[in-house]
Structure formats: structure tokens, C-alpha cells
């Protein structure tokens, strides 16, 4: 069956630079939320889209914003990237309201 | 204080044992609870959703008690395969769809020994 798609799947950034991570969900999911995991920490949830509108809204830093296009494909994009970025992005879809799958994650370290 | 609590562990059991993990969250507006497994440096994998009524899957069975806010997890006879990290999940939800995410707890590592 198919799975989260997540890209890249390691990134390596200088401090202050820009970052975009990219997902696409499981065919026929309409919802999507990005987690960050920082090291040795649980997931904590950043941000969640639904029909291409935002959702829900969680600790996602000024500097980070996202989006979700018509094909409900969506992008997290990071600019100004500080150390403490530095984390396990993932990726999750559902249909609505329902379980949610994972994507295997985005590797972000930065430098 | 976190919205799930769960110990951390590490549970060290030998193969074949019985395990059980507890998890307690806080926000009584959640609406369903997962189990999540989580290999290291893997993403989060469902396990099974955990209903009022109970549920079991094969060696696994989860319970929730809605009343003491509490839920857990009982697998039967440990599998090497079973060693994992594993998240006790809330979701909250609000169906005006102002609310929609996943709270973890901090996760249960377990450890089966040969």
C-alpha cells in the first residue's frame, strides 16, 4: 500500500539559511500535519492543513510557515534556521478526522 | 505537567513475558487515544486505536477508562521484534475543525532480552 512520502530525507544546513521540506500524502487523504522531533524527545505538533486550509496550529515558530496545494502535496518552509532546529520532521496524513500514518521523516541538522 | 504521561521505562523483560504500560493524560477533551510504535530513528508506526470498550489485536490489548483519564497497553508474550518506544497518544479534535492533532507521550521503551 502506499505511504507518506517525505523529501529530502536528510538536509544539511548552514545556520541562518532556508529550508523546505516536502510531503505527500497517502492517495485520498485530504489532511495533513507536520511533527517535529528534536532528540530524545516525543513529536510535537507544528501545524495540520485540511482541504488545503489550515487546520490547527501548534508550536510552530514564526519563522517556519507552511502550505498545502491543490494536489494535497504540502511543504514546510524554514528560513532563518537556528541551531535548535535541528530535529525529525514528519510528515503525517489521514482522511478526515481519522487515524493518522506517518511518513519515514526529514533529517534536518543544522550546521 | 504534560497532557500524556507515560514511564519511561526502560522495561527490560525476557522473551515470552507479559508486559504492561500505563498512560494518563489531562485534557478530558480528547477524543480517541492510539498506540504508536517507534523504532529508533523510524516514524511513529499505529499500533491500534484504544476504545472505552477494550480492544485486542494478537498478542496486544489496549483499554481506556475514560473516568480516571487513563489507558493501557498489555502485550503478551514478548517478541524480540516487540523492542520499541511506545507513545501513548491523545487526539484532540474539535469538529468545526478548528482542533485537529496528535498529543504524544514521552514513550515507554521497552527492551526484550534473549
Known amino acids: 500500500a502506499a505511504g507518506v512520502i517525505q523529501s529530502p530525507r536528510h538536509l544539511i544546513k548552514e545556520k541562518r539559511e532556508t529550508a523546505t521540506l516536502k510531503c505527500y500524502p497517502i492517495?485520498?487523504?485530504?489532511?495533513v500535519y507536520w511533527y517535529q522531533q528534536g532528540p530524545g524527545q516525543d513529536p510535537q505538533f507544528l501545524i495540520s492543513f485540511y482541504e488545503k486550509m489550515q487546520s490547527d496550529k501548534g508550536s510552530i515558530p514564526d519563522r517556519f510557515s507552511a502550505q498545502q496545494f491543490s494536489d494535497y502535496h504540502s511543504e514546510l518552509n524554514m528560513s532563518s534556521l537556528e541551531l535548535g532546529d535541528s530535529a525529525l520532521y514528519f510528515c503525517?496524513?489521514?482522511?478526515?478526522?481519522?487515524?493518522?500514518?506517518f511518513g519515514p521523516g526529514t533529517r534536518l541538522t543544522v550546521l | 505537567r504534560k497532557e500524556v504521561e507515560q514511564d519511561p521505562g526502560p522495561f527490560n523483560v525476557p522473551e515470552g513475558a507479559t508486559v504492561a504500560f500505563n498512560c494518563t493524560y489531562s485534557n478530558s477533551a480528547s477524543q480517541s487515544f492510539f498506540w504508536y510504535r517507534q523504532d529508533c530513528r523510524k516514524e511513529p508506526k499505529l499500533l491500534m486505536s484504544v476504545y472505552s470498550s477494550g480492544n485486542e489485536d494478537g498478542r496486544f490489548t489496549a483499554q481506556l477508562n475514560r473516568a480516571s483519564q487513563y489507558i493501557s497497553l498489555l502485550i503478551r508474550d514478548s517478541k524480540l521484534s516487540d523492542s520499541a518506544t511506545y507513545l501513548c497518544?491523545?487526539?484532540?479534535?474539535?469538529?468545526?475543525?478548528?482542533?485537529?492533532?496528535?498529543?504524544f507521550g514521552t514513550g515507554t521503551l521497552l527492551a526484550v532480552q534473549p
Open positions: 497518544v491523545a487526539h484532540l479534535i474539535n469538529y468545526g475543525g478548528a482542533t485537529n492533532k496528535l498529543i
Open positions: 492517495p485520498r487523504h485530504d489532511t
Open positions: 503525517a496524513s489521514s482522511t478526515r478526522n481519522n487515524e493518522q500514518f
